[in-house]
């Protein structure tokens, strides 16, 4: 009698709604993840073209210490060909499909651009590269970012 007094009865539906709840709560959560990090590659991919047009303005800084000419013989190749920037910058894309291109040298500076940003993007750039060198929110309005180098 005892046993049969220890013994619990299982109620029917515990295992369904219990199921239920949890994966409410997995497809909660799986939603609330992907909201949170999708965010997270827009600033990648800012935060990779920033390092570049910085690891671009500080390697032409080295190449005008090392010549006679200053910028006037500058550009995206040369850099490269020097082992002052990775290949993949002077011939691949940016993250957001443009490219890094460098242009109107002279010995005492030169444009870098980084093209096809779109405005939001370039505007947010403008912002963060700023402390860098001069650049005008206006140059976002067709999607490219021109920084002017001195």
Do not use: W
Not at 58 to 69: I, L, R
Not at 92 to 109: E, F, L, V
């Amino acid at each position: 009698m005892l046993r049969t007094m220890l013994k619990t009865k299982k109620s029917k539906g515990f295992l369904s709604l219990d199921t239920a709840f949890s994966l409410v709560v997995i497809i909660g959560l799986a939603a609330y993840v992907q909201a949170k990090t999708e965010p997270l590659t827009s600033k990648n991919d800012e935060a990779v073209i920033v390092d570049a047009l910085t690891h671009i303005i500080e390697a032409s800084k080295n190449y005008k210490a090392g010549v006679n000419d200053g910028y006037t013989s500058v550009s995206m190749t040369l850099l490269s060909d020097a082992g002052l920037i990775p290949a993949d910058l002077s011939t691949g894309t940016n993250p957001a499909g443009g490219q890094y291109t460098i242009d109107t040298t002279s010995s005492t500076g030169y444009n870098l651009n980084a093209t096809k940003l779109g405005a939001q993007l370039c505007g947010r750039l403008t912002g963060k590269i700023s402390r860098f060198a001069d650049t005008s929110p206006s140059d976002c309005a067709a999607g490219t970012l021109t920084i002017a180098v001195n």
